[in-house]
C-alpha cells in the first residue's frame, strides 16, 4: 500500500512539473519557414498522374515573392507553364500560389517544397512521398 502511494505521488508530481513547464515555455514565433529557411530557388520532382507514370515538375521561388511553376506529363506532349505572386499562411511555414487551376498550397521545409492538397492539408497514403520537389540550387 506504501508503494503505491508512492507511485501515485511521483506520477502526480511528474504531471505537475510537466504542465508546468509547458506553460512557462513561450513558443518561439521569431523562427519559422520564412526567415530561418533558404527558400528562394528551384525545386523539382515528378508527381503522381491520374492518366499516366507521372508529370514531372519545376517550381521557382524569387526572393521578390514570385513563382513560375512548369508541369511536363511524362509520355504525352502535354507541358504547362505558369507565373504569378505567392503568399505566406499566418505560421510563414506555407506559400499559396496565385495560380486558380494548380495546387496552390506547398509546405517550405529545409531544401524542399511538399504539395499539399487543395485545401491546404498534407496528402497523405502510399503515394505521399512523391508530392515533395527538392531544392536543385
Same mark, same amino acid.
Given at each position: 500500500?506504501?508503494?503505491?502511494?508512492?507511485?501515485?505521488?511521483?506520477? #502526480?508530481?511528474? #504531471?505537475?512539473? $510537466?504542465? $508546468?513547464?509547458?506553460?512557462?515555455?513561450?513558443?518561439?514565433?521569431?523562427?519559422?519557414?520564412?526567415?530561418?529557411?533558404?527558400?528562394?530557388?528551384?525545386?523539382?520532382?515528378?508527381?503522381? #498522374?491520374?492518366?499516366?507514370?507521372?508529370?514531372?515538375?519545376?517550381?521557382?521561388?524569387?526572393?521578390?515573392?514570385?513563382?513560375?511553376?512548369?508541369y511536363e506529363?511524362?509520355?504525352?506532349?502535354?507541358?504547362?507553364?505558369? #507565373?504569378?505572386?505567392?503568399?505566406?499562411?499566418?505560421s510563414e $511555414?506555407?506559400?499559396?500560389?496565385?495560380?486558380?487551376?494548380?495546387?496552390?498550397?506547398?509546405?517550405v521545409g529545409?531544401?524542399?517544397?511538399?504539395?499539399?492538397?487543395?485545401?491546404?492539408?498534407?496528402?497523405? $497514403?502510399?503515394?505521399?512521398?512523391?508530392?515533395?520537389?527538392?531544392?536543385?540550387?
Amino acid at each position: 500500500m506504501k508503494m503505491k502511494r508512492i507511485i501515485l505521488a511521483a506520477a #502526480a508530481a511528474l #504531471a505537475i512539473f $510537466g504542465l $508546468g513547464a509547458c506553460v512557462s515555455e513561450p513558443m518561439d514565433r521569431a523562427h519559422n519557414s520564412r526567415n530561418s529557411v533558404n527558400w528562394e530557388g528551384v525545386y523539382t520532382g515528378t508527381i503522381p #498522374a491520374a492518366d499516366g507514370p507521372g508529370i514531372n515538375v519545376q517550381l521557382t521561388l524569387d526572393v521578390d515573392e514570385t513563382y513560375e511553376i512548369s508541369y511536363e506529363y511524362i509520355d504525352k506532349s502535354e507541358s504547362f507553364v505558369a #507565373a504569378g505572386k505567392f503568399t505566406w499562411d499566418e505560421s510563414e $511555414g506555407i506559400i499559396m500560389l496565385d495560380a486558380p487551376d494548380l495546387p496552390p498550397y506547398y509546405k517550405v521545409g529545409e531544401g524542399i517544397l511538399i504539395q499539399l492538397d487543395m485545401r491546404g492539408k498534407p496528402i497523405s $497514403g502510399g503515394l505521399a512521398e512523391r508530392y515533395i520537389l527538392r531544392k536543385l540550387r
